[in-house]
């Protein structure tokens, strides 16, 4: 277990300074935790100093930016603002990058206009772009005026692509070169280049229009002599994506091919951006947690800690009510055959069994095939084989499971016709569910639906009602009801 440092709550910061902490010893305080909440103290302690700016500097000297955002989370947004301030450029925006675009608001309206300004003449062009669709429009149309005009005309060209598309989440922080440049002179010109890129690791070629050519690697430039032209070293097979590809398609085909980043074209094929690894993995995150979220039919995605009770029960409510009307159905099922149960009160006994063996295969096959159409494996045009499978798969785990519930029905009912009855049930249903739960994602899907809305509470209520109806059916044929 990691042995937790606490620091004394009376005068923190000058606590520090008595055991020698000018830098060095606060980073290494701070790095031994992640979570070290208790450092907030010390933080605001130097904010008050006389010397704060440069006081933190020496504290945060080196340290990564997450680092830093995780000692600063706690902080008011004003002490975060004056962080971000003291630290300047590249750390201190990078800080600000760390928060999450409701907190940076917070954060930004702290600043003067002219430092909201230089916030975002600073930030990353990508994160930038995100951050400006957040806030007002009034906010925007403010601030943009007083922004450099280079950086304006960047942050109106990508606020303009529809969120969901590649070009939401592109940069345009890439690396480019003409094709008659030579090796020497490339690598002089990315020198000038790499300080304000994302990555240098691939650069671009173009012609005079911004046309993709091709592209070279950091590598291939180091090991060609220096009298070649990128034309002669250039890669030619570019494998590239479409700026209103959906960026779920970009993140599958950055993944595909084991990129570090992907260029994204527009429809005369200029290069307008690039989008990166570390965007690919905001986006996984982003498309699993909202499909976790529609699976479990919990609404849309809010931040757990920082939402009050009313928005979370406003969420979950909808879809619990139309639940409850799909159950309202399951409960005329029943009592529409109540003359059965009357006859035969053995009946009711198997009813949950047969219930949630139907739920718990549907939502089993659901959860595999929404989770294959969402990684690309299957696909609309695979339903049959998808259908056949699991059919088959049903047959199977219904005939184990049928032959249970049969042993199960005469034991308990001493009646073999019972017991064939709820066996024979058993059966039917799991293969209804193992269908249903990999037919209804595919056939959302072809209505160009999220397939995670076919969540598992609809699976259950869906299959409930199947299995009711044909439970009750076989008890007719069989027991002569």
Known sequence: M????????????????????????????????????????????????????????????????????????????????????????????????????????????????????????????????????????????????????????????????????????????????????????????????????????????????????????????????????????????????????????????????????????????????IVTVDDVVDVVMEETTEDFYKYGAAGEYIDYLRSNIFQMAQQRTMWLLILICVGFVTGWVIKHNSMKIEEVVALSFFIPLILGAGGNAGTQSSTIVIRELATGNIDIKDVLKVFQKEVSVGLFIGTIMGALAALGGIFMGKNPQLGITVGVSMLCSVILATTLGSFLPILFKRMNLDPALMSGPFITSIVDISSLLIYFKISTIILGL
């Open 2 to 273: 990691t042995k937790r440092h606490r620091i004394p709550e009376v005068s923190s910061f000058f606590w520090a300074q008595e055991i020698g902490v000018s830098g060095l010893h606060v980073r290494k305080l701070m790095t031994m935790e992640k979570r070290v909440p208790l450092l907030s103290p010390v933080i605001q302690e130097i904010l008050n100093s006389p010397n704060a700016s440069e006081a933190l500097k020496d504290a945060f000297f080196e340290m990564h930016p997450y680092d830093i955002y995780t000692i600063c989370e706690d902080l008011a947004d004003h002490e975060i603002a004056a962080c971000v301030k003291a630290l300047g450029n590249p750390l201190g925006i990078a800080l600000f990058e760390e928060f999450e675009d409701e907190r940076k608001t917070g954060i930004f309206n702290c600043f003067s206009k002219e430092w909201m300004a230089d916030i975002l003449e600073q930030m990353s062009h990508d994160e930038r772009a995100d951050f400006v669709k957040y806030l007002p429009a009034e906010k925007i149309e403010e601030i943009l005026p007083l922004v450099a005009r280079a950086e304006r005309l960047d942050i109106r060209k990508l606020i303009q692509y529809h969120e969901g598309t590649a070009g939401s989440i592109l940069t345009t922080d890439y690396a480019s070169l003409p094709p008659e440049m030579t090796v020497k002179e490339a690598i002089e010109r990315l020198k000038q280049q790499a300080f304000d890129r994302e990555t240098i690791y691939y650069v671009y070629v173009v012609d005079s229009e911004r046309r993709l050519l091709g592209f070279v690697s950091l590598r291939d430039l180091i090991i060609s002599p220096s009298n070649k032209t990128i034309d002669d070293i250039m890669h030619r097979n570019v494998i590239s994506a479409h700026v209103d590809d959906d960026k779920e398609e970009v993140a599958r085909k950055l993944s595909d091919y084991d990129f570090l980043a992907i260029p994204i074209v527009d429809n005369e094929r200029r290069l307008v951006g």
